[in-house]
């Protein structure tokens, strides 16, 4: 195999992974519309189509031929021309379907004429998972051929259509890779392997093939992940994506690069550190447990060569069923973790992503020490076969390393490249008059209301607002479902924002996130109260505004539903900012109307103004606050990007050495022309707005005395 044909097959395998995490970030659309299971989820279970491949026939024919497997990865790439969700979800569940038969068709085992092309086709995989990383990196998390991605949100579908009908050809018209008949015995090149050891190790091989693709895309399809999960609050965050997702890259390309020595990967030392490094990444936050997690990503790709090799000798329809039924169970199990509040039986795996991680760490250790038995041993006699060039192996191992580690150096340029300036520093809009804007808005995980990426559209708004401070929730997409993203990256990196991230996703909330114009001096990240229904989330945090400490509180309450847990929740909140010695803003998601029992809590139990008491036309967000001085508020609409509308309110903080303990806000309203332009709310919002944002409820912002 040329240096060429290796480019093209590892495009292919790009497309693979392309196809792969699609799926998750489009499914994630209609449950989270229905509040529940939406039965569109059935399409993941498309990957069951790989059973197929138990027909020997079949097998034989998609295998023989990269000209038929190759086009197998195609129909994804065509789904983002349908605006219809349901359509274009239909397509992706299908394309995902063939993406798991294209895996299976590579996974067969050598025979002589054949040496080395299963080795070859586990270093493409590997080497399109490390291309995928790096084109994630430049689009801030974002694969860009995803559908739900497009010309307006920075999609690169064109791109990618145009790119694989060039490979397409080159693979066409490329020799054949795989002759049909091994001429010297007359005999079809692919069988189900005789051996009956194989045959009875198809099972735990199959775990161990499900349990090693569900690690992969829930932690390690995406660079910031790893980070993300060890995230805590200022100042001890860990370690921010930029530039240190980098090293998660570097960590999963070493672990491509010790693949082949089968003796170390498959060894208990080898898994006992990798199980090392699950567990801190589940239990513990910062930089150890980062570090740790790195080992985990490295033996992730070092195990791939030794479990895949296992896998290829065993029986194809049962192991690829078994595989990818177990694999469907691990995502299912994955959502429930936090999920448990809307889905059948979900109490069961309550806030455990331990027993997930357990679930998918000792299947590794029985198929890695199978491997260790059986493929070693199968290795060891064949290598005294008599060996047969194949001309179209890609057998410089150093060439396809090479590739990898240059691929690495790309993501540490764009790493590099992304990293902020001094001119970047994030600066206050309007410092000279001592004034915090702040805002809250619920985002449904940036996907708008028509199934596409919404970060770009988040940004327009915020850029638009201006606000020095603005709480997001329902935040957290760095899971399967949600397609292990960070709209964080994207939103802070062009506005200039200073990031936290809020809850670790294995915290098990829907997250809460706050972007600040102003230095985070403290932050720590709360899990209130919840005994009945879903974990609610909290960021307190401390901010440096114009020299003076002032703190904000944002969170996401539970739902109507569970009064007990609503009570709870708003009294521990009332508790942390009844304790403030700062002045305080609280932007947050409460679900209660105005002077109901919740709101009592909120309100009189943390000593806190409501922003405007006569704003009875509220239901979930609500801004309030304390030692500071009101000047205006503002609702605007939600544009289509989710169910939920933005609140907006203006502030002057007082000088660091004033006190306004006694201060209480006047209930007077005067007009926007009272007071400097600096403090007005933006115009472009009047009247019918833009982009569907505009002032609504009172059509205008509101001012105070």
């Given at each position: 195999m040329t240096t060429r044909n290796f480019l093209v097959d590892t495009y292919f395998s790009f497309l693979f992974w392309t196809a792969f995490t699609g799926l998750g970030v489009c499914v994630w659309y209609f449950p989270l519309w229905s509040m529940g299971l939406s039965g569109y989820e059935a399409l993941l279970f498309?990957?069951?189509?790989?059973?197929?491949?138990?027909?020997?026939?079949?097998?034989?024919?998609?295998?023989?031929?990269?000209?038929?497997?190759?086009?197998l990865l195609l129909p994804g790439l065509f789904a983002y021309m349908f605006p219809?969700?349901?359509?274009?979800?239909?397509?992706?569940?299908?394309?995902?379907?063939?993406?798991?038969?294209?895996?299976?068709?590579?996974?067969?085992?050598?025979?002589?004429?054949?040496?080395?092309?299963?080795?070859?086709?586990?270093?493409?995989?590997?080497?399109?998972?490390?291309?995928?990383?790096?084109?994630?990196?430049?689009?801030?998390?974002?694969?860009?051929?995803?559908?739900?991605?497009?010309?307006?949100?920075?999609?690169?579908?064109?791109?990618?259509?145009?790119?694989?009908?060039?490979?397409?050809?080159?693979?066409?018209?490329?020799?054949?890779?795989?002759p049909e008949l091994d001429s010297k015995h007359k005999k079809p090149l692919?069988?189900?392997?005789?051996?009956?050891?194989?045959?009875?190790a198809w099972f735990v091989?199959?775990?161990?093939?499900?349990?090693?693709?569900?690690?992969?895309?829930?932690?390690?399809?995406?660079?910031?992940?790893?980070?993300?999960?060890?995230?805590?609050?200022?100042?001890?965050?860990?370690?921010?994506?930029?530039?240190?997702?980098?090293?998660?890259?570097?960590?999963?390309?070493?672990?491509?690069?010790?693949?082949?020595?089968?003796?170390?990967?498959?060894s208990l030392v080898w898994w006992c550190a990798a199980s090392a490094g699950a567990y801190s990444i589940t239990f513990i936050s910062g930089w150890s447990s980062f570090l740790l997690g790195l080992i985990l990503g490295a033996y992730a790709t070092s195990i791939?060569?030794?479990?895949?090799?296992?896998?290829?000798?065993?029986?194809?329809?049962?192991?690829?069923f078994t595989a990818f039924m177990f694999y469907n169970i691990l995502v299912f199990a994955h959502v429930y973790v936090v999920?448990?509040?809307?889905?059948?039986?979900?109490?069961?795996?309550?806030?455990?992503?331990?027993?997930?991680?357990?679930?998918?760490?000792?299947?590794?250790?029985?198929?890695?020490?199978?491997?260790?038995?059986?493929?070693?041993?199968?290795?060891?006699?064949?290598?005294?076969?008599?060996?047969?060039?194949?001309?179209?192996?890609?057998?410089?191992?150093?060439?396809?390393?090479?590739?990898?580690?240059?691929?690495?150096?790309?993501?540490?340029?764009?790493?590099?490249?992304?990293?902020?300036?001094?001119?970047?520093?994030?600066?206050?809009?309007?410092?000279?008059?001592?004034?915090?804007?702040?805002?809250?808005?619920?985002?449904?995980?940036?996907?708008?209301?028509?199934?596409?990426?919404?970060?770009?559209k988040i940004l327009e708004a915020v850029r638009d607002l201006e606000p020095d401070v603005i709480g997001f929730l329902e935040s957290d997409t760095e899971r399967i479902i949600m397609g292990s993203r960070d709209w964080?990256?994207?939103?802070?990196?062009?506005?200039?924002?200073?990031?936290?991230?809020?809850?670790?996703?294995?915290?098990?909330?829907?997250?809460?996130?706050?972007?600040?114009?102003?230095?985070?001096?403290?932050?720590?990240?709360?899990?209130?109260?919840?005994?009945?229904?879903?974990l609610a989330c909290a960021i307190y945090a401390t901010l440096d505004v114009h020299g003076r400490d002032v703190d904000v509180v944002i969170s996401h309450n539970g739902q109507e539903e569970n009064l007990l847990d609503r009570q709870l929740q708003t009294t521990e909140l009332a508790r942390i900012i009844k304790n403030s010695n700062n002045p305080i803003v609280f932007t947050g998601y409460v679900v209660t109307k105005p002077f109901g029992e919740i709101y009592d809590i909120l309100i009189n139990g943390g000593q806190i103004h409501d922003v405007d008491e006569s704003d009875d036309d509220r239901w979930c967000q609500y801004i309030a606050y304390r030692g500071l001085k009101r000047i205006g508020y503002a609702r605007i609409s939600r544009g289509t990007i989710t169910d939920t509308e933005i609140q907006a309110a203006k502030f002057v903080v007082p000088k660091p050495q004033e006190d306004i303990s006694a201060w209480k806000p006047s209930s007077v309203r005067v007009q926007e022309s009272d007071y400097s332009p600096a403090h007005h709310f933006p115009t472009i919002f009047r009247g019918k707005g833009v982009r569907e944002h505009f002032y609504h409820v009172f059509s205008e912002p509101r001012y105070y005395d």
């Open positions: 498309t990957n069951l189509f790989s059973s197929i491949l138990g027909i020997s026939s079949i097998l034989s024919f998609l295998s023989s031929s990269k000209k038929i497997s190759s086009l219809d969700p349901v359509v274009r979800f239909s397509i992706v569940g299908v394309s995902f379907g063939l993406a798991c038969i294209w895996l299976g068709t590579k996974l067969i085992p050598d025979s002589p004429i054949t040496r080395g092309r299963l080795a070859a086709e586990i270093n493409v995989l590997l080497s399109g998972l490390i291309l995928s990383l790096i084109v994630r990196m430049a689009c801030f998390t974002n694969n860009p051929f995803w559908p739900i991605m497009n010309e307006y949100n920075g999609g690169w579908n064109r791109l990618g259509l145009f790119l694989a009908i060039v490979s397409y050809a080159s693979i066409f018209l490329r020799k054949s890779s795989v692919i069988e189900t392997p005789s051996s009956k050891a194989f045959n009875r091989a199959a775990l161990g093939l499900g349990a090693w693709i569900f690690l992969v895309n829930s932690i390690f399809t995406e660079t910031s992940t790893l980070g993300r999960w060890t995230w805590d609050g200022f100042p001890n965050t860990g370690p921010k994506p930029v530039p240190w997702s980098a090293l998660v890259l570097t960590a999963m390309t070493i672990g491509c690069s010790i693949g082949n020595n089968f003796g170390f990967t498959t791939a060569p030794a479990l895949l090799t296992l896998v290829s000798k065993c029986p194809k329809g049962r192991t690829l999920a448990y509040e809307f889905v059948p039986g979900g109490f069961l795996l309550r806030e455990r992503t331990w027993v997930v991680m357990t679930m998918t760490m000792l299947p590794l250790f029985s198929a890695s020490r199978l491997a260790r038995k059986l493929v070693l041993k199968s290795n060891s006699a064949s290598s005294k076969a008599p060996q047969i060039n194949n001309s179209e192996v890609f057998e410089n191992k150093g060439t396809s390393r090479g590739i990898m580690w240059f691929m690495v150096v790309i993501g540490w340029i764009i790493m590099y490249w992304r990293t902020p300036t001094a001119a970047q520093t994030p600066k206050p809009f309007h410092p000279e008059e001592r004034l915090l804007t702040s805002a809250i808005w619920t985002i449904h995980f940036d996907i708008d209301n028509d199934m596409w990426s919404a970060e770009h964080t990256q994207y939103v802070a990196e062009k506005l200039n924002y200073y990031v936290d991230y809020g809850p670790s996703p294995r915290k098990h909330t829907w997250g809460c996130a706050m972007l600040s114009k102003f230095p985070i001096k403290r932050s720590s990240h709360h899990l209130l109260p919840s005994p009945v229904g879903e």
